[in-house]
């Protein structure tokens, strides 16, 4: 095996799901099992829901107002990838996903489209 990754996993988190928490939590639910995957082959996984949740959660607590979803969910995606080897396109249409890929390939990183490729 070669040396070790930190691969950022990046799919749908919202969209499609109309707000649905259900849907919500499933596409979770596919990334986290994607990165158990890429745990097991020897990677660092990493979500940036893993990140930002809890910090929306915590400012939605201490903040009044704003939306804090748009403030801290994306940006904090995008610094984890900065730290990142690559990162890992999964699932359906998302622009936010589409966004992480974009990043990726503007700094340089390589973008997986298949676990498969991943070695």
Known sequence: ?????????????????G???AKIGANVEAMTRTALDLYRRGHLPV????FALPL???AERD???????????HPVAERVLAR???VLRIGGESEG???????ARRLGKTVY???EDIR
């Open 113 to 115: 489209t298949a676990i």
């Open 1 to 17: 095996m070669n040396d070790p990754m930190m691969i950022l996993v990046a799919g749908p988190y919202r969209s499609g799901t």
């Open 56 to 58: 929306i959660e915590q």
């Open 63 to 73: 903040d009044a107002g704003g939306d804090r979803f748009s403030e801290i969910f």
């Open 84 to 86: 990142c080897d690559g």
């Open 19 to 21: 707000g649905d928490r």
């Open 97 to 103: 996903a589409d966004r992480m890929v974009d990043l």
């Open 47 to 50: 979500l940036g829901e893993w």
